[in-house]
């Protein structure tokens, strides 16, 4: 099961963000291993402002652009996670 409802950022960061005050973006940008409802995972995010599409591939899904699609933030952050 893939999960798209799971975020690092609290609209305190958002804010910060925004503004250019977040001096601690490592903790909320890039890949973070968790484990959410007892299942594993990697949660990533990327700054895109001007992407129309993001996703991450790689050898663990055989380089597929499609199956690990990120989904930007309604907030006009420019953030795209998954």
Partial sequence: MVRHDVSLFTDHDIYLFK???????YDKLGSHSM??????????AV?????YNVSVTGDFNGWDSGSHQL???????GIWEG
């Fill in 47 to 51: 700054w895109a402002p001007n992407a």
């Fill in 19 to 25: 503004e250019g005050n977040h001096f601690n973006l």
């Fill in 71 to 77: 989904f930007p933030r309604l907030d006009e952050s």
């Fill in 35 to 44: 484990t959410v409802d007892g299942m594993d995972g990697t949660y990533f």
